[in-house]
């Protein structure tokens, strides 16, 4: 299966099964999206921050952030199939993609849009925010100690 948007840089590490994806597209909307009411959320899932339903940082902005950002994997779910793929580098380059970058514990999102000349892109943190991105870091940390074990010959 081919992956529905090119991943750069980073690899794709898996793309997930329907039902997985399903299952990480419900987890996202019931995060993202609790507030949806009156908000056309089916067409574009990031209705919810240009409506100001969810509170978001947009353009320049919202880049900043997500570049400030790291993980141990994300998560790329598309915005018109229930498609999600795994990749192991924060994806760059989606402009005019409607698409969401998430760490697997969807710390934060962010929102790309086919309309990024004039809305978007979005970055939102979760309600739980400061607890989650500390666990990222942890396994950042810990990742990079592995990386550099390896590198060292000790594993």
């Known amino acids: 299966m081919e992956p529905f948007v090119e991943i750069f840089p980073g690899r794709v590490l898996r793309i997930l099964e329907p039902s997985s994806a399903a299952a990480i597209e419900t987890q996202w909307m019931n995060t993202f999206c609790h507030n949806k009411q ?3 959320t089916r067409q574009y ?3 919810i921050f240009s409506s100001g339903r969810y509170e978001a940082l947009e353009g320049k902005l919202a880049v900043d952030a997500y570049e400030r950002h790291s993980a141990t994997e994300f998560f790329v779910l598309s915005n018109s199939s229930q498609e999600v793929i795994v990749t192991d580098l ?6 005019g993609t409607d698409c969401y970058v998430f760490p697997v514990n969807m710390a934060w999102t962010m929102a790309f849009t086919h309309e990024e000349d004039r809305l978007g892109p979005y970055f939102a943190k979760h309600r739980q925010y400061d607890r989650l991105e500390a666990d990222n870091a942890r396994l950042v940390k810990k990742q990079q100690q592995k990386e550099q074990a390896i590198k060292n010959g000790w594993l």
């Open 38 to 40: 009156g908000v056309n």
């Open 45 to 47: 899932k990031w209705h």
């Open 90 to 95: 924060r994806p760059q380059a989606l402009s």
